[in-house]
Structure formats: structure tokens, C-alpha cells
């Protein structure tokens, strides 16, 4: 299998989209099951046993929360 290209993209969404997304996640991660998720055209596959975190940044004004999901590939 080739090796995929590195990757950093933001996508944005309504409040409604991130709430059926963040939906789908909870209940995966409740089950135990794998995730899969369609960003920026290209789809992710997340297994049941990805690490997870909660990251804070704050500087010059702003402030951003990302909830973060890692695994080896």
C-alpha cells in the first residue's frame, strides 16, 4: 500500500452537521466500534482503539478547543 501524502485541513460546518458528526463519534466510541468520517473529500478510518485527547490554545485574542482522536497507521 502506498504511503499516504502528509495532510493538514480545517473544515468548517453548521452547528447541525457537527452535532450528527459528534453524534456518530460518541456513539462509536461507546460501542467500542470503529469510526469513519468524510473529511475534505478524502475518508478516515478510525479504529476502536485510537487515543484520546482534549487540546486548549489561547493566544492574541483567541481561543480554540480541539478534541483529537490518534492512531498508527
Known amino acids: 500500500m502506498p ?7 480545517e473544515k468548517g460546518y ?24 468524510q473529511v475534505a473529500g478524502e475518508r478516515i478510518n478510525i479504529p476502536a482503539g485510537a487515543s484520546i485527547s482534549v487540546e486548549h490554545e489561547r493566544s492574541a485574542g483567541t481561543e480554540e478547543l480541539e478534541f483529537q482522536l490518534k492512531w498508527e497507521v
Open 14 to 37: 453548521s452547528t447541525k452537521e457537527f452535532v450528527a458528526k459528534i453524534r456518530r463519534l460518541a456513539d462509536a466510541l461507546e460501542a467500542g466500534d470503529a469510526f469513519s468520517i
Open 3 to 9: 504511503e499516504k501524502k502528509a495532510r493538514d485541513v
